[in-house]
């Protein structure tokens, strides 16, 4: 229990002040805040989808499209190289990784 504790505390020493999170999901300084149960794809197209990644930035192969609307839950996340939040999530038994930016919360 301790060293959860510890591990923890270093998580939250290296993350930013504050860190935009998803249109819909605000700005948090917490990271455990950030882990929430679900979100929805909100691509801000009606006909838009979103891409699933096998890791987290646009290099990274795309194994799903996701339409506009459906839920994922989240699994935890993690800043790109190039400094965005992309967040590990499933979606119908299927894992991987998406923005931040396509992602509302208050499901």
């Keep these: 229990m301790f060293s959860k504790l510890i591990a923890g505390a270093l998580i939250l020493t290296a993350l930013p002040a504050s860190a935009g999170i998803g249109p819909g999901m605000g700005r948090t ?54 400094g965005k939040w992309w967040w590990h999530i499933s979606h119908k038994s299927k894992l991987g990784w998406a923005p931040a930016s396509f992602l509302c919360g208050d499901v």
Excluded: H, K, W
């Design 29 to 82: 300084t917490s990271f455990a805040s950030r882990i929430q149960g679900s979100a929805t794809v909100c691509t801000n197209r009606d006909t838009g989808n979103l891409f699933l990644r096998t890791g987290p930035g646009q290099n990274y192969q795309q194994v799903r499209e996701i339409p506009n609307g459906e839920e994922v839950s989240l699994m935890g996340g993690e800043y790109s190289t190039d």
